[in-house]
């Protein structure tokens, strides 16, 4: 888009030139008041002095100085492209207890916490609860499409922690979470990968093979990773509940705070991929 108006507006400012000369054909000029112009065209020149050279006119400067802007400010400024329709984009947050919220109170859950973060910070995101207690990642795939009638934007898949609670074989969960990543570009939908640790008690080698997976899966699939769903809560007594499984509701508040840039780095990709129609 900012290809085309470069062109059209460098043949307006040479239309202009030529104006100028006594053509007689329209002159292309920003009607500002006095100095303005003149001002803003000097200060294009002055930042951009290697532009080319129809550029450094200074009938055409000033709008060259506006396109800029215009740019800089596409590339720099928090992407906030909801707000700007008023219609939400939709995160699905899909995996197991940890999503569901587990021994929690209404209000307390890891969506419920994200959403209320994302709205904190400007960005109008509705985050679905996509979390199934008890949920391994056969359970997950199994019902993936069943929650893709929510038509999310992005998902933000957490799903392995039962399988390794389980002692099920790594490979068969690195095929499941591989299948519905599979699934999920198909769809077109991007997405944030949340890794899981295997308890250590399970011995050396499965935590290996275990821990591995999410790497593997977010080279494979070029897909944004979050190392560790629980980083900076698993094993702390006092953000877990009593089953020393699942996060309090301060366990929570901690997880939302260290995922909360990953989410949002996921939502900016989004929003940017579809402003380029991608």
């Keep these: 888009v900012l290809r085309v108006r470069t062109v059209v507006l460098k043949a307006a400012c040479e239309t202009g030139s030529q104006s100028r000369t006594?053509?007689?054909?329209?002159?292309?000029?920003?009607?500002?008041?006095?100095?303005?112009?003149?001002?803003?065209?000097?200060?294009?020149?002055?930042?951009?002095?290697?532009?080319?050279?129809?550029?450094?006119?200074?009938?055409?400067?000033?709008?060259?100085?506006?396109?800029a802007a215009t740019a800089l400010s596409v590339a720099g400024a928090p992407v906030r492209a909801a707000q700007d329709s008023?219609?939400?984009?939709?995160?699905?947050?899909?995996?197991?207890?940890?999503?569901?919220?587990?021994?929690?109170?209404?209000?307390?859950?890891?969506?419920?916490?994200?959403?209320?973060?994302?709205?904190?910070k400007g960005y109008n995101v509705r985050v679905v609860n996509g979390g199934n207690s008890g949920d391994t990642t056969a359970a997950g795939l199994a019902r993936l499409d069943w929650m893709l009638a929510e038509k999310p934007d992005m998902v933000l898949l957490e799903l392995g922690a039962n399988d390794a609670l389980r002692g099920l074989d790594p490979d068969r969960t690195y095929a499941n979470l591989d299948a519905i990543?599979?699934?999920?570009?198909?769809?077109?939908?991007?997405?944030?990968?949340?890794?899981?640790?295997?308890?250590?008690?399970?011995?050396?080698?499965?935590?290996?093979?275990?821990?591995?997976?999410?790497?593997?899966?977010a080279r494979v699939h070029?897909?944004?990773?979050?190392?560790?769903?629980?980083?900076?809560?698993?094993?702390?007594?006092?953000?877990?509940?009593?089953?020393?499984?699942?996060?309090?509701?301060?366990?929570?508040?901690?997880?939302?705070?260290?995922?909360?840039?990953?989410?949002?780095a996921l939502i900016t990709q989004h929003t940017r991929a579809a402003a380029a129609g991608g």
């Excluded at 990968?193 to 050396?204: E, H, I, Q, V």
């Excluded at 629980?230 to 260290?258: S, W, Y």
């Design 22 to 67: 006594g053509t007689g054909g329209p002159v292309a000029r920003l009607d500002l008041p006095g100095r303005g112009a003149y001002v803003l065209s000097r200060l294009a020149m002055t930042i951009f002095p290697r532009t080319l050279s129809f550029y450094r006119r200074p009938a055409c400067a000033g709008v060259f100085l506006i396109l």
């Design 86 to 120: 008023g219609t939400p984009l939709t995160l699905l947050a899909f995996g197991d207890s940890l999503i569901h919220g587990y021994g929690l109170r209404a209000g307390e859950t890891f969506p419920e916490r994200l959403e209320a973060a994302l709205r904190a």
């Design 181 to 217: 990543l599979r699934r999920l570009k198909v769809a077109g939908i991007p997405v944030l990968l949340a890794g899981m640790k295997a308890p250590r008690n399970l011995g050396a080698d499965y935590a290996r093979r275990f821990d591995a997976i999410f790497t593997r899966l």
């Design 222 to 264: 070029d897909v944004p990773l979050y190392p560790f769903f629980l980083d900076g809560v698993a094993l702390d007594p006092a953000l877990n509940q009593d089953d020393g499984l699942h996060p309090n509701a301060a366990g929570v508040e901690v997880i939302v705070a260290r995922i909360l840039p990953n989410v949002i």
